[in-house]
């Protein structure tokens, strides 16, 4: 008998012949996506969400959720609707993040509130929050509560650090531990929320529960810091959006930061100068600040703080006490990860 490819890999994560592979988990989170069905009226409020679910992307955190299940348990397939919960509020998260950073491209494609207007990309963006506690609704019973308690805390963390990202706009006093909780509200907890909701299903122990969300913590903040680099030293074609964004915003990355607390004299000056200047043009200023991050060396000390994190994040990683073997397809998808260029 032939088997499609989807229905294959669905095959294996109901039947467990084998553990599931993070291709074929991002593969099965795609096709759930892609078969979702929202009601044709209103259009203006379904069709961008649509849209946005159709762009891809990596699918980070559901797979890591179905990974984290696999860890201790075959019944993979228990923890389909809460990872799709998951991807859907993430990317709830995008299109009001666009909204706040005036940002024209996601993945490679024009964003929701340049396609359609700010208004649409808000109340499509409501909608999708909606949805996605509707998907995380369907938890095992057993886990339920935990996992509701768990998610809100987490919604209203990453709602916490984009209004702290906001405020770091305009403030000249922003620390590197300032920034580094603000990734971690705003980036790793939804990280970790996956893993550990994930471990729950699976019917991990609550201390193998709490490494794993240790786990996604760091590797989350790991992750950010590879996003800050992407967005000034990336490739465009490959990072899906406008290279220099943060840049342009003056965004208190780790880079800015950094590069604030190292600069003296006449290279203090010059940057000051283009955090200031409303008359350059976006292509001189990224190009400047870029230079004055290479005289400072801002970029070697951001991956050596990825790197500090990556170590803690596997430390909690390698606490873990399933069996090693089955361990390995979520090291190596981590691992992946950070080395990316997109």
């Known amino acids: 008998m032939h088997f499609s490819f989807f229905s294959r890999t669905f095959a294996l994560s109901i039947c467990f012949y084998r553990m599931l592979q993070a291709e074929e988990a991002q593969t099965l989170i795609n096709h759930r996506l892609n078969a979702l069905c929202y009601p044709l009226a209103p259009n203006g409020l379904y069709e961008p969400i649509k849209y946005v679910l159709g762009l891809g992307g990596k699918r980070i955190r559901p797979v890591f959720a179905l990974l984290a299940c696999n860890l201790f348990s075959d019944e993979v397939k228990t923890a389909i609707e809460p990872a ?27 964003t ?22 509707r998907h995380i609704g369907h938890s095992p019973e057993a886990q339920l509560k935990q996992i509701f308690d768990l998610f809100s805390q987490t919604a209203m963390e990453v709602c916490e650090g984009q209004q702290y990202d906001m405020d770091f706009e305009h403030r000249d006093d922003v620390t590197l531990d300032d920034y580094i909780e603000m990734i971690r509200l705003k980036t790793a907890v939804l990280l970790a929320c996956s893993l550990k909701i994930g471990a729950w299903i699976g019917g991990a122990t609550e201390k193998d529960a709490q490494l794993l969300y240790d786990f996604g913590i760091n590797l989350g903040l790991a992750f ?21 964004g943060d840049i342009l915003c003056n965004k208190k990355t780790f880079l800015l930061i950094s590069a604030l607390k190292l600069a003296k004299g006449e290279t203090k000056t010059e ?26 060396n801002v970029k070697s000390l951001c991956q050596k703080e990825m790197e500090n994190y990556y170590h803690k994040a596997f430390a909690a990683f390698n606490s873990l006490s399933c069996a090693k073997s089955r361990t390995n397809i979520i090291c190596q998808y981590a691992n992946d990860l950070l080395c990316r260029e997109s």
């Open 224 to 244: 950010q810091l590879q996003d800050d680099l992407l967005d000034v030293f990336g490739d465009a074609d490959k990072f899906g959006k406008n290279i220099g």
């Open 112 to 133: 929701v509130h340049k396609k359609w207007c700010d208004n649409v990309a808000i109340l499509s963006g409501d909608a999708m929050q909606i949805d996605a506690y």
């Open 271 to 296: 940057l000051t100068h283009w955090l200031t200047t409303n008359s350059a043009s976006h292509s001189d200023k990224i190009a400047a600040v870029t230079r004055i991050y290479n005289e400072l």
């Open 84 to 110: 799709l919960g998951l991807e859907i509020f993430h990317n709830f998260t995008l299109l009001h993040d666009d909204i706040m950073d005036k940002a024209e491209i996601r993945r490679g494609q024009v």
